[in-house]
């Protein structure tokens, strides 16, 4: 039996997801690193606040987002077997 339209489409959605979540991940794990490295967490909220598009956001709530940065990184783990990463990484076609 052949796959319908629909699972066709679905199919190739996931790969599509996937591809997206394996590039965010990467990113927020660079994003986690330089936050550390150009000490980002001893900003204050005034000079957060500084940046027209972060006016409303204090430095706890920055922090707060790197943090659920690191939660889903952690939960995707790595490139190894088993983890949500790898199991990602096994319905594409190209390395993120």
């Known amino acids: 039996m052949s796959m319908t ?7 190739s959605t996931m790969q ?3 591809k997206q979540q394996l590039a965010l991940t990467e990113r927020m794990d ?3 690193v330089m936050w550390t490295n150009e000490g980002m967490q001893s900003l ?9 598009e972060f006016s409303g956001v204090t430095a706890t709530e920055a922090l707060a987002c790197k943090g659920a940065f690191d939660a889903v990184a952690t939960t995707m783990g ?5 983890t949500n990463r790898y199991k990602m990484l096994k319905i594409i ?3 993120p």
Do not use: F, P, R
């Open 44 to 52: 204050s909220d005034a000079e957060w606040q500084e940046l027209a």
């Open 93 to 95: 076609n190209t390395v």
């Open 16 to 18: 599509d997801v996937a």
């Open 5 to 11: 339209n629909t699972q066709k489409n679905i199919a």
């Open 30 to 32: 660079a994003l986690s």
């Open 78 to 82: 790595n490139y190894t077997a088993g």
